[in-house]
């Protein structure tokens, strides 16, 4: 069993930039692909980016604004967010699953992923 924890949301300007983090549980953290994923007010959860041990892959909507990265050693996956736009209002999700496959259609499935964290919420002021 995996558990995550997000933090790091909050309220924020367009045009600014916000780190969420993802701690995850268990000692295999580093053969697990992490991905990020959120889910906007009367939306439905949609993918952001994802990370395995040698690849990153990111929705077209926020390519070359976030940045997705990881620690192994802090069993920790990071997403930096960069020129937020208010359309990036949403709470954003932390997902694991222990894979090695890897294909953007792979790590973008929300059913691909077997553990999730609880949330945090981003929001941006326009």
């Known amino acids: 069993q995996v558990q995550l924890v997000e933090s790091g949301g909050g309220l924020v300007q367009a045009g600014d930039s916000l780190g969420l983090s993802c701690v995850a549980s268990?000692?295999?953290?580093?053969?697990?692909?992490m991905g990020w994923f959120r889910q906007a007010p009367g939306k439905e959860r949609e993918f952001v980016a994802a990370?395995?041990?040698?690849?990153?892959y990111y929705a077209d909507s926020v390519k070359g604004r976030f940045t997705i990265s990881r620690d192994n050693a802090k069993n920790t996956v990071y997403l930096q967010m960069n020129s937020l736009k208010f359309d990036d209002t949403a709470v954003y999700y932390c997902a694991a699953v222990s894979t090695s496959m890897r294909s953007y259609a792979y790590v973008s499935r929300q059913s691909t992923y077997d553990y999730w964290g609880q949330g945090t919420k981003v929001t941006v002021s326009s």
């Open positions: 990370i395995t041990s040698g690849n990153t």
């Open positions: 268990g000692r295999t953290f580093s053969s697990y692909t």
